[in-house]
């Protein structure tokens, strides 16, 4: 099946500083990917779709100058968290579609200290 | 506003016995049903999905029951093993089958005991 690669898994950087997630669809384009946050005993909350070449979509809530999305190739999306807080501490995942459906990165978890 | 709830935060079950994870949803739009299992530190791994056409879908040992007039499914694990221990997640989409965004429930741990 297709395969969706999300580095790093793990993460961990000072306050106010900045850190970028990246998501490789690695057998497959993917025009659109999505990216989720999971706080602990939560659902996955879908915080942007990304598209390739062109702007992401936040959902509600989302402050998009934090979260900066970058889908500049079709297997590829990048999410930074800039000047990163402790609030910011989670675990992020990816998804791609692929032509069957959805497959998800490994996640990141991230932790500001 | 949660639109896909998973009531059960844990279901403990004897290796052998059926495992039944619930999920209820709000959104009449949700057309496309899905159950995830997950690993700490990693992320979903798709299981089985079922479309708001069907009431039933089956794939070996796991079954999902859809009940679209109580907005109710339901995932049958049969026999459980103890490698299905996990973190089970229920998702739904509107329009646009698995393709589109998901609203997932929180999650259910089950643990299978040996």
């Known amino acids: 099946g297709a395969v969706v690669s999300q580095h790093p898994s793990r993460v961990i950087c000072k306050s106010g500083t900045s850190v970028k997630i990246e998501c490789r669809s690695l057998?497959?384009?993917?025009?659109?990917m999505f990216w989720y946050r999971q706080f602990p005993k939560q659902s996955l909350m879908l915080m942007a779709t990304?598209?390739?070449?062109?702007?992401?979509?936040?959902e509600q809530g989302v402050e998009k100058d934090k979260f900066l999305i970058n889908h500049a190739s079709l297997t590829l999306s990048t999410l930074t968290v800039t000047s990163a807080h402790p609030e910011d501490s989670s675990f992020y995942i990816c998804?791609?579609?692929?032509?069957?459906?959805?497959?998800f990165g490994s996640g990141t978890r991230l932790t500001v200290v | 506003d949660q639109q896909v709830k998973q009531n059960s935060p844990s279901l403990s079950v004897q290796e052998g016995r059926i495992s039944i994870l619930n999920c209820d949803y709000t959104n009449s739009m949700f057309d496309y049903f899905l159950w995830y299992k997950k690993y700490p530190a990693e992320g979903p791994t798709f299981l089985i999905s079922?479309?708001?056409?069907?009431d039933k879908n089956e794939d070996g040992r796991f079954t999902v029951f859809l009940n679209k007039s109580a907005k109710h499914l339901s995932l049958h694990i049969v026999p459980s093993q103890p490698g299905d221990s996990a973190v089970y997640f229920c998702?739904?989409?509107?329009?646009?089958?698995?393709?589109?965004?998901?609203?997932f429930g929180k999650g259910t741990l089950l643990t299978v005991n040996p």
């Open positions: 998804s791609a579609r692929d032509p069957e459906g959805t497959a």
């Open positions: 998702a739904a989409s509107a329009g646009g089958g698995s393709n589109y965004k998901l609203t």
């Open positions: 990304s598209n390739e070449g062109s702007k992401a979509t936040y």
């Open positions: 079922i479309s708001s056409i069907k």
């Open positions: 057998d497959f384009q993917a025009t659109t």
